[in-house]
């Protein structure tokens, strides 16, 4: 069974910086291979999940538009953890940041759809 865990969230004024991190069990974010294997999204209130950020396991990224040069996702592979550092926070950023693993194929890797298991979660709030 895959468990994911966030933390690192929490509040920052805009022009700040915040570092998540995702720990996983029964599920290792790098293995054989070029596929993407772990991701993070978020819902901000009101509005649909989005993809921020995936990785594969060659260290190959993806981003969305809106975070592209401010936001960093990486893995350890020997703590079998994802992260997700944020820079330069907007408000705009403020929503709940999943972490995601396990990939649909089917899917690309910032599609809601592109992944079979999921974190509870952790808040993100940025002020002006």
């Known amino acids: 069974q895959v468990h994911l865990v966030e933390s690192g969230g929490g509040s920052a004024q805009a022009g700040g910086s915040l570092r998540l991190s995702c720990v996983a069990s029964?599920?290792?974010?790098?293995?054989?291979?070029?596929?993407?294997?772990g991701g993070w999204f978020r819902q901000a209130p009101g509005k649909e999940r989005e993809g921020v950020a995936a990785i594969a396991s060659d260290g190959n990224t993806i981003y969305a538009d809106s975070v592209k040069g401010r936001f960093t996702i990486s893995q350890d592979n020997a703590k079998n953890t994802l992260y997700l550092q944020m820079n330069s926070l907007k408000p705009q950023d403020t929503a709940m940041y999943y972490c995601?693993?396990?990939?649909?194929?089917?899917?690309?890797?910032?599609?809601?759809?592109?992944?079979?298991?999921w974190g509870q979660g952790t808040q993100v709030t940025v002020s002006s």
């Open positions: 995601a693993a396990v990939r649909n194929l089917a899917w690309g890797p910032l599609a809601n759809r592109g992944y079979n298991y």
């Open positions: 029964g599920y290792a974010f790098v293995a054989s291979g070029y596929a993407f294997r």
